[in-house]
């Protein structure tokens, strides 16, 4: 008895110099890089922050299929395509991205019904993005096979996801999006206009633009007590760099049912971005983020726009520092002979002559100039983040 006594006692020391071993390691610990998702209520009263990174359109016409391919291992592999890009992306607490394609599987196709090679999921992850969209009009491109792989392939990759369901019993355990991070907790909410005429499969949902829904959903994450609640809408006419009355009036009625942040995407062009304060409330609207790859290279629509939204939280309250954005434009090397991808960050390249090259160097400088003059006039505190060559960090315009 004694020994087993004085066993314990040893236990119990070394488990309290262990204990106090982990408290001083605590102190330093960063906040881990896992998304958790999930309804739990935890809130912290430390001052913390959070960056969310909005990123629009990825598409994947057949060009880009057939650049992803390579020929050394026989198998598709999109990296390369987001190489320049990922460090941005990856800085952000989170990425959030609109996938505007089918994961259905073999034959892969382009426009105008989209199924891309899972390979562009991975690559997307791997350069940093950490949550997909579904919801758009080209959700259904491949049917009921496209919508139920699209989902079951991003659940064995890890990668969360919102906006398409397999029946209302998953999109109920799942819907709103719940995600904690640092200490935040912010609501995702994800919706299309229209899925190009193609009806939905029964029991797979394809969550649309209605007011009676979306009234139901924000009702739904505000009684989870989110710091935000963000609804990602597809909307908008194609091409039209100014949101017509359809963005502004359901940009408005999630504003009035408790959002305070809308990010649109659809035109594959970009629209103007708003940041009002009034009072500890803050209210954001993105209109479009445009194209974040394509094949589409007619100026505005071969470069995006990614929003930043800067969060900080004291005393429990969380309120937006502030937001920028960065631009994007995709450039289209052409390497041993094959026309390739690269996403870059803008402002990183644009006085890159010796890396772009006489041609792509002015097709990129049509793009900055049309996106910085609608930015310039349009926006509203939300400038533009500017890479600085010297110290190799980005920083937001003043
Ligand atoms: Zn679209």
């Not at 262990?18 to 605590?26: R, S």
């Not at 598409?59 to 391919?69: P, S, V």
Request: glycine share 6%; net charge neutral; charged share 20%.
């Amino acid at each position: 008895m004694r020994q087993i006594l004085a066993i314990s006692i040893f236990l119990l020391s070394y488990n309290l110099s262990l204990a106090q071993e982990t408290l001083e390691i605590d102190t330093t610990i960063v906040p881990t890089d896992t998304i958790a998702i999930s309804t739990d209520t935890t809130s912290l009263t430390k001052d913390t922050t959070l960056s969310i990174l909005f990123i629009g359109d990825v598409m994947g016409h057949g060009t880009q299929i057939n650049a992803a391919f390579d020929d050394n291992t026989g198998k598709y592999n999109y990296d390369s395509c987001f190489k320049y890009i990922s460090p941005v992306i990856s800085q952000a607490d989170i990425a959030i991205a609109n996938l505007e394609v089918t994961l259905a599987g073999w034959p892969y196709k382009g426009y105008p019904q989209f199924s891309s090679p899972d390979a562009l999921a991975i690559s997307l992850k791997n350069a940093g993005v950490d949550i997909l969209a579904t919801a758009n009009n080209h959700s259904l491109d491949r049917r009921k096979k496209g919508l139920e792989r699209t989902i079951d392939m991003l659940d064995s990759l890890a990668i969360p996801h919102t906006g398409t369901f397999k029946n209302a019993e998953e999109r109920k355990k799942a819907y709103p999006m719940m995600i904690e991070k640092n200490g935040f907790k912010i609501a995702l909410l994800n919706y299309t206009y229209a899925t190009n005429g193609i009806p939905v499969s029964k029991p797979n949902i394809v969550n649309m633009i209605n007011k009676e829904a979306i009234a139901k959903d924000l009702k739904a994450a505000k009684a989870k007590d989110p710091d935000h609640i963000i609804v990602f809408m597809h909307w908008g006419a194609e091409y039209q760099l100014k949101p017509n009355k359809y963005e502004i009036s359901f940009n408005q009625f999630c504003k009035d049912n408790g959002a305070d942040i809308v990010i649109g995407a659809h035109p594959h062009v970009i629209q103007k971005m708003e940041l009002t304060h009034q009072n500890t409330y803050s209210s954001l609207t993105a209109y479009s983020l445009g194209n974040f790859v394509s094949n589409q290279r007619t100026s505005p629509r071969d470069g995006g726009a990614m929003i930043q939204i800067n969060f900080k939280k004291f005393g429990g309250e969380s309120t937006i520092v502030d937001a920028g954005y960065y631009l994007t434009w995709v450039y289209k090397p052409l390497i041993k002979g094959a026309r390739k991808f690269r996403v870059l960050p803008l402002s990183q390249y644009e006085d890159d002559e010796a890396f772009l090259g006489e041609t792509a160097l002015k097709k990129m400088t049509v793009y900055k100039k049309i996106a910085r003059k609608l930015f310039d006039a349009e926006n509203i505190n939300v400038p533009e983040y500017i890479y600085d060559s010297e110290s190799k960090a980005w920083e937001m315009e003043k």
